[in-house]
């Protein structure tokens, strides 16, 4: 069972389009990070999100963790080709015994010039 | 020089071997974790630890062992691989006792069972 569903799994756009890529759950997270990863190179964290409704900018990307601290999506305006990589979501649950975190399958964006 | 550091970053190895994939980190962190990442199938908690003296199971733990060195070291095993191990492995670092909770990831291990 996946606690953390991404969408779309794949998108592939034109440079200058803008996006948004989701990430839902059924659970409740103390926060959730998205982390992008380039080929042959591991996960970077990009944002961490922790309060209900908190928006965070990163230059042209948007991130947005919902009201119930279940979902958050990530909108990127005028996409270019650096912004291509796998887009991981990762909630992390303090209330576990572990203090982990549970990652979804990550969206693959490709960005053509 | 990275700060947490794998190798090899490639292996090809053949069924029924055993092989170690090996994680050393200079962030001075006490957690520590590997992943294996599939297509489609994101990252999947192999074996984490919160110290040195503490192991624990994760999701898909049958077929690997783990053994925490000291601090800044955390191998993995594959005591006899198959083909189906055929995954990128990534380790992980990280420190909640500080209040962060993001996880510090090596460059991967490509391995490769034939």
């Known amino acids: 069972t996946q606690l953390l569903e991404q969408s779309p799994q794949f998108l592939s756009i034109q440079e200058g389009e803008n996006l948004t890529v989701y990430c839902n759950s059924s659970s409740v997270f103390s926060s959730l990070q998205w982390y992008r990863q380039e080929p042959g190179e591991g996960p970077v964290l990009l944002v961490t999100v922790v309060t209900g409704g908190e928006v965070k900018k990163l230059k042209r990307l948007t991130f947005q963790f919902g009201d119930a601290r279940k979902d958050s999506s990530l909108h990127i305006t005028a996409a270019q080709p650096g912004d291509t990589g796998l887009y991981l979501c990762?909630?992390?649950?303090?209330?576990?015994?572990?203090?982990?975190?549970?990652f979804g399958r990550g969206t693959q964006l490709t960005v053509w010039p | 020089d990275a700060d947490v550091t794998q190798t090899p970053r490639n292996r090809i190895t053949k069924t029924g071997k055993r092989i170690m994939l090996e994680c050393s980190q200079t962030k001075g962190h006490d957690r520590m974790y590997w992943y294996r990442q599939d297509p489609g199938l994101g990252l999947r908690l192999i074996y984490y630890?919160?110290?040195?003296?503490?192991?624990n199971k994760g999701e898909i733990s049958d077929g690997y062992s783990v053994s925490r060195q000291a601090q800044a070291k955390f191998s993995l095993s594959l005591e006899s691989a198959i083909p189906n191990q055929t995954a990128l492995y990534f380790c992980?670092?990280?420190?909640?006792?500080?209040?962060?909770?993001?996880?510090?990831f090596g460059q991967g291990t490509r391995l490769t069972v034939v």
């Open positions: 630890s919160f110290d040195v003296k503490d192991i």
């Open positions: 992980a670092t990280s420190d909640p006792s500080r209040g962060g909770t993001e996880a510090f």
């Open positions: 990762a909630g992390f649950d303090r209330g576990s015994t572990l203090g982990r975190l549970y």
